[in-house]
C-alpha cells in the first residue's frame, strides 16, 4: 500500500526550468521531510516540517523552496533547476518514536 | 554535531555466509538506532531500530542489530545471507529528543551465488 507518495517518479528538464516535485501521504503524520540521494553521499536533508505553518531548512536547501499545503502534502520546488541538482529525491513521514517512512522516491536529470 | 559513519561502503559476499554491517555514531548523550535497506529502484523501509529495553534487537527476515553504549556502535549482522538481500542499508541515529534523524552514507551489500 501506497503510504507516501510522489510525483512524478521520473522527470527529465533542462537547466533554468522551474520544477516541482510533490508529495502525499495517507499516515496521518505531522513531521514531514525532503531528501536527496547521491551515490556515496547517503541521504542529505532540504527542509523539513512538523506542522502546516512550520517549515525548516535542512542542511542543503540552497536552490530549493518547499510549501506544507496540508497534512498530507509537502511539495519541493526547483525555482531554476541547475545540473548539480540531478539527483534522487526522496519524501518521508516520521511517526512518534522516529520511524520514518520514505516514499517511492524521484529521478530527476537537468540536462 | 552528531555523526553516523559506516565504515563499509560495499560488502561483497557469497550467499549463505554470514555478514555484518558496521554502523558507529557520535552522539553521547540518549538515542534511537534505526537501520533502512532500499532494495533497487524503491524508497527506503525500515528494517529494524532500537528506541530502549534490549540492547538486541531482530527483524523479521534474520538480521539482527546490538546497540553498544560504551562503543558507540549498532552493527547489523545476519548469519546466512540470501540473494535477495542484496540491497542499501543505511544506518540513522535520532539524539536528544531531536526528530532531525543523522544517516550514514550507505553500505552497500551485494550477495553472490
Known amino acids: 500500500d501506497a503510504d507516501v507518495t510522489q510525483t512524478p517518479r521520473n522527470r527529465i528538464t533542462k537547466t533554468g526550468k522551474r520544477i516541482m516535485l510533490e508529495c502525499s501521504q495517507t499516515?496521518?503524520?505531522?513531521?514531514m521531510y525532503w531528501y536527496r540521494q547521491d551515490p556515496g553521499l547517503g541521504l542529505r536533508l532540504i527542509y523539513y516540517s512538523f506542522d502546516v505553518k512550520d517549515i525548516n531548512k535542512g542542511e542543503i536547501s540552497d536552490g530549493y523552496s518547499v510549501s506544507r499545503q496540508a497534512q498530507a502534502k509537502f511539495s519541493l520546488s526547483l525555482e531554476s533547476a541547475i545540473p548539480n541538482q540531478t539527483a534522487l529525491y526522496f519524501c518521508?513521514?516520521?511517526?512518534?518514536?522516529?520511524?520514518?517512512?520514505f516514499g517511492p522516491g524521484t529521478r530527476l536529470t537537468v540536462l | 554535531a552528531q555523526s553516523v559513519t559506516q565504515l563499509d561502503s560495499q560488502v561483497p559476499v557469497f550467499e549463505e555466509a554470514p555478514v555484518e554491517l558496521r554502523c558507529n555514531y557520535s552522539s553521547s548523550v540518549s538515542v534511537y538506532l534505526f537501520w533502512y535497506v532500499q532494495y533497487p529502484n524503491q524508497g527506503l523501509q525500515l528494517l529494524l531500530k532500537?528506541?530502549?529495553?534490549?540492547?538486541l534487537v531482530e527483524s523479521i527476515n534474520g538480521f539482527e542489530a546490538e546497540f553498544n553504549k560504551s562503543q558507540t556502535s549498532f552493527h547489523l549482522r545476519k548469519p546466512s545471507v540470501h540473494i535477495s538481500d542484496t540491497a542499501e542499508y543505511f544506518c540513522?541515529?535520532?539524539?536528544?529528543?531531536?526528530?532531525?534523524?543523522?544517516f550514514g552514507r550507505g553500505t552497500s551489500l551485494i550477495v553472490h551465488p
Open positions: 499516515k496521518g503524520h505531522d513531521r
Open positions: 518521508a513521514t516520521m511517526r512518534e518514536g522516529g520511524e520514518q517512512f
Open positions: 540513522a541515529v535520532l539524539s536528544g529528543g531531536s526528530y532531525i534523524p543523522t
Open positions: 532500537y528506541l530502549s529495553g534490549s540492547t
